[in-house]
């Protein structure tokens, strides 16, 4: 059983281009989250995702920025004109239930995608 | 607004010693988690910790936590250089199923 892939894992964007993140979570998990981490940092919270819907964005920046996480394939952060402040690492990590479903619930975490805007 | 805390944020020590690292958090929560991140990889699920006084130890880490005083401690015992790490605390935000608050990581350097 693999565990959260994500992909790219380095991905450097030139100032207005697009950046895409894609995220596989582990076989069997339905419940996706992503985070962002900026240097020194701890990570902060951005959205939640179940299959096909959004669940919480609330972390989310209101423009430029969207989640997607459709019934096939990966989940997909999508960075729209990027900014030299977007330039953090990209956290997944995906869970079979919601953390207080059961006790003992975790999130298992990708590698992460480091991001860089020049 | 919930804040966590962690200190020291870096910190570097000789093998065989002992140390602790503080992870404060501002309100009420009954879950706090610990983590361990090596450059450029994953984040590691080390610790759950659940309830008032659970104490979890695995090797030569062992986690604390005193929900009263807000407060969980990592205390590693006669460190080896394979603990070098980052290592996090996040807490469970009190009224939301799944999110999670992060301290920002204590940076440790465990030197032969």
């Known amino acids: 059983n693999a565990g959260v892939m994500q992909n790219p894992r380095h991905l450097v964007r030139r100032r207005g281009q697009e950046a895409r993140l894609r995220c596989s979570p582990m076989k069997g998990h339905s419940h996706v989250y992503w985070y962002r981490q900026l240097p020194e940092e701890g990570l902060k919270f951005m959205v939640y995702l179940q299959k096909e819907n959004i669940i919480d964005e609330s972390g989310m920046p209101k423009e430029r920025f969207s989640a997607e996480f459709p019934k096939e394939g990966p989940s997909i952060l999508r960075i729209q004109q990027v900014v030299r402040g977007d330039s953090a690492a990209y956290f997944c990590a995906s869970s079979p239930l919601i953390y207080r479903q059961a006790t003992n619930t975790e999130a298992f975490f990708g590698q992460g995608t480091r991001l860089t805007v020049v | 607004e919930l804040k966590v805390e962690q200190n020291p944020l870096f910190l570097s020590m000789q093998e065989g010693k002992n140390y602790t690292i503080y992870c404060n958090y501002s309100?009420?929560?009954?879950?706090l988690y610990w983590y361990r991140q090596d450059p450029g990889k994953s984040l590691e699920s080390l610790f759950v910790?659940?309830?008032n006084g659970a104490v979890k130890q695995e090797g030569r880490l062992m986690a604390s936590l005193d929900t009263k005083a807000r407060l969980s401690t990592l205390h590693i015992t006669a460190a080896v250089h394979d603990l070098s790490a980052t290592y996090f605390c996040a807490v469970d935000m009190e009224d939301s199923n799944y999110q999670l608050i992060w301290g920002a990581g204590t940076k440790l350097i465990i030197k032969p």
């Open positions: 910790l659940l309830s």
């Open positions: 309100t009420t929560s009954d879950r």
